[in-house]
């Protein structure tokens, strides 16, 4: 029900870094766990990590474990995730998301993310 728009997006050779941004339209009044998700060209959509609002509670899949790292301003309204050592294979677009209640219910546009090896 929120508007969700990604920055940050871009073009970086491997072993690089990038620091993607997902700011919510207008004030919030509720605390919702936040995600991130990429798809690549041909792929499904896969999760890659997410954050609680409420506690700093962080998950992150297994395949950006220990090079990316979420993190939030609620102040902003705003989720970060920080992407460092990235490979080819992380090239995808890469949307933001609120979770409700029951799945993930609010989608940003997405950001494109190209890594060049």
């Known amino acids: 029900q929120v508007q969700l728009v990604e920055s940050g997006g871009g073009l970086v050779q491997a072993g690089g870094s990038l620091r993607l941004s997902c700011a919510a339209s207008?004030?919030?009044?509720?605390?919702?766990?936040m995600g991130w998700f990429r798809q690549a060209p041909g792929k499904e959509r896969e999760f890659v990590a997410a954050?609680?609002?409420?506690?700093?509670?962080?998950y992150y899949a297994d395949s950006v474990k220990g090079r990316f790292t979420i993190s939030r301003d609620n102040a902003k309204n705003t989720v970060y995730l920080q992407m460092n050592s990235l490979q080819p294979e992380d090239t995808a677009i890469y949307y933001c998301?609120?979770?409700?209640?029951?799945?993930?219910?609010?989608w940003g546009q997405g950001t494109q993310v190209t890594v060049s090896a």
């Open positions: 998301a609120r979770r409700g209640t029951y799945n993930y219910d609010s």
């Open positions: 207008g004030r919030t009044f509720s605390s919702y766990t």
């Open positions: 954050i609680s609002w409420s506690g700093g509670k962080t």
